[in-house]
């Protein structure tokens, strides 16, 4: 069992009573008699485990890298199996649906890394500009030089600032061209995937939860398994999921642990769902 995971849930996790409608399906809710019952009966209580989605901040430093990247990563149950961030200096975007649980995951914390591994080029830009910029004084001098003013001495002002800026913004463009092509702005591309199937009882919760939720998530312990071309090769692990049920009113958002399982071989699910006992 993953020691991370049960963390989160020792310290994210507390006991709560969640009232709700009484348990009927989409048929029975729209006849008449559903929602007399609707209308009339008590709510239905029931005992949860309320997550605090704040248990996802937590980090931990690549060994390799140095990068410092999120302990957990979330799953859609209707989404993709794939969770993909794009870090940059600028920006860091993930394919999850924003305002999601994953949205808690806090890969902005890896842009220090991204700061450090820029850090060459971003001393050449520097330079860059200094170098623009000794540029256009040049080519003003060039200009004064050439005796291109004439008699209108009262737009010289305005021709060397036209020169200066004509000279600098050219050598800019071109230290931009060679830089991109010597040493191009890096970025962090990781991945984690989810390849494994729920186990039967587990299967059965979900569906009677979806009803109930209006998302489900898997939260599985990813550390030292996120993928990159800049991290190690992630370190293969049994996982045990939380599945995780989220409740929208609003604006408001609130979490909801449902189970913590093992995952199921494709060979034991075959076993357990279609051999013949």
């Known amino acids: 069992m993953s020691q991370n995971l049960n963390l989160l849930r ?42 605090n989605p704040h248990g996802l901040l937590q980090t931990y430093q690549d060994e390799r890298s140095g990068a410092e990247l999120p302990v957990f990563a979330v799953f859609n149950l209707e989404g993709s199996h794939q969770l993909t961030c ?24 890896t842009q220090e890394f991204i700061r450090k591994i820029n850090l060459p080029r971003m001393q ?12 256009g004084i040049i080519s003003v001098f ?19 600032i036209g020169e200066w800026c004509l000279g600098a913004f050219l050598a800019y463009v071109v230290a931009e061209i060679l830089l991109n092509r010597v040493c191009p702005w890096k970025k962090l591309v990781v991945t984690a995937e989810f390849d494994g199937l729920l186990p039967k009882r587990t299967r059965e919760l979900a569906f009677a939860a979806k009803h109930r939720f209006d998302n489900l998530y898997l939260v599985v312990d990813q550390q030292k398994r996120w993928k990159s071309e800049l991290i190690r090769d992630p370190v293969p692990r049994a996982l045990d999921p939380l599945l995780i049920g989220e409740l929208k009113h609003g604006s408001r958002r609130r979490f909801f642990l449902i189970d913590q399982f093992d995952l199921t071989a494709a060979e034991q699910y075959l076993a357990d769902e279609f051999a013949t006992k």
């Open 142 to 160: 060039a200009f004064v030089f050439s005796h291109a003013l004439g008699s209108n001495s009262a737009a010289a002002p305005f021709l060397f």
């Open 86 to 109: 794009e870090v940059t200096l600028a920006s860091v975007f993930t394919n999850a649906e924003p305002e999601s649980l994953a949205s808690y995951l806090p890969f902005e914390r």
């Open 124 to 135: 050449a830009e520097r330079m860059a500009m200094r170098v623009s910029a000794a540029v």
């Open 10 to 51: 020792q310290n994210y996790c507390r006991p709560v009573a969640v009232d709700g409608p009484p348990d009927l399906f989409p048929l029975e809710r729209e006849s008449e008699q559903g929602k007399t019952i609707l209308a009339k009966a008590p709510k239905a209580v029931r005992h949860l485990q309320k997550f």
